[in-house]
């Protein structure tokens, strides 16, 4: 994208400067990372260094064809994963997969069908009971049950049928995110192709959703993320068809979305390709982050703890094309990226008092990566 905001990188990214910055236990402890991979490979282990930001490839964690999400139990004994596919285990569906993690190794436990095709995402509830899927190509969602990672048959399902003004991204509805409330008693489903989120209220004991409202965001946004605002009551819909977040207010009483006000994430001046996809928000709810897929950058935002109001710090590079997802890494003093199509994982040097990221990195060889977890 043309003329990125520039700014000075605020802290030191030297070793020195870093050991003394992180806690004592970060200074020697290497982690494993998960990485999904849009490859019949699967998900792919990396050894990450908090020290130095360095990721050392260690093989293949998992054989699962095309995944696109991970994510882990609260406690990291379990990890499940979507496969984006259209055929899984004989059914015409996309498919969901479960591991237990052990000594940082991957062990298979369960495959279930989802509701649909392209099956893009997959949240956690916060009691580590119920799992949600979404489909991107069906325009579906499922949820399962989850006993000790293992996955029960589909309890509940639904199809979309709304569709949006873009006539080449909204001809059917694609569920494509699926997320829950702070208080555990809601779920919900961005619908991209339906310009809206769909609310349901939770039964934990039966991972039965029962439908609770919608929330309408403007037409052909095309509503792709939602983050909760450790405030507990801010929320950040990420459109990706116009580049925009929703600022939401969460009414904690009937799971409602009130809309604050839209942030434009495209300078004013640019014309052109676009495509918003993801999130970060830091542990102090201080720093929010937004990457821009196509024209390809992160833009850094400074926030109001207690309100989740936004005040732009500035965009920068994501180190590659198309980043598919990024996090920030235990201590908060690196930003990761998975870009996509440059088959890349960039790590950036981030400054935790302000939340400023480097405008150089550091990347590493991933093929077509998608989602990036730190165990």
Not at 237 to 245: C, D, G, M, P
Not at 339 to 348: G, I, M, R, Y
Request: with cysteine; proline share 5%.
């Amino acid at each position: 994208m043309k003329n990125l905001t520039r700014r000075s990188f605020l802290v030191s990214a030297s070793a020195a400067t870093l050991a003394a910055a992180l806690p004592s236990f970060a200074a020697t402890r290497r982690q494993r990372v998960f990485v999904a991979s849009h490859t019949p490979t699967g998900i792919l282990a990396y050894d990450w260094d908090p020290l130095t930001g360095e990721l050392t490839a260690a093989g293949v964690a998992a054989q699962l064809n095309r995944v696109s999400w991970i994510t882990l139990s609260h406690n990291h004994e379990y990890l499940f994963a979507t496969s984006e596919v259209d055929s899984f285990d004989g059914k015409p569906t996309g498919g969901v997969a479960s591991y237990q993690v052990l000594n940082g190794e991957l062990h298979p436990l369960t495959t279930r069908n989802s509701a649909g095709t392209g099956t893009c995402h997959v949240g956690l509830d916060h009691t580590g009971k119920v799992l949600v899927s979404a489909d991107y190509l069906g325009g579906s969602a499922a949820s399962f049950q989850v006993d000790e990672g293992r996955l029960s048959p589909m309890v509940w399902s639904e199809h979309y049928a709304a569709i949006g003004p873009n006539a080449d991204r909204q001809k059917t509805a694609h569920a494509h995110f699926a997320s829950f409330s702070p208080n555990n008693r809601f779920a919900y489903i961005n619908d991209l192709g339906g310009d809206c989120i769909h609310i349901y209220t939770l039964d934990v004991d039966t991972a039965m959703l029962t439908p609770a409202g919608t929330y309408h965001s403007k037409p052909g946004a095309g509503p792709r993320t939602l983050h909760f605002h450790p405030n507990g009551h801010t929320a950040y819909s990420i459109n990706e068809l116009n580049s925009t977040v929703d600022v939401l207010e969460w009414n904690k009483k009937d799971g409602s979305l009130t809309l604050v006000n839209t942030i434009d994430l495209l300078p004013a001046d640019y014309h052109g390709p676009t495509g918003a996809c993801d999130t970060v928000i830091s542990r102090d709810g201080k720093s929010v982050y937004f990457a821009n897929r196509i024209d390809d950058f992160i833009y850094s935002f400074s926030a109001d703890p207690k309100t989740g109001a936004l005040t732009p710090i500035g965009r920068s590079s994501c180190g590659g094309k198309i980043p598919r997802n990024f996090t920030l890494d235990p201590t908060e003093h690196w930003m990761l990226v998975a870009n996509q199509t440059s088959n890349l994982l960039s790590v950036f040097a981030r400054n935790p008092q302000t939340g400023v990221l480097a405008e150089e990195c550091k990347s590493y060889a991933a093929a077509t990566p998608m989602c990036i977890l730190f165990v």
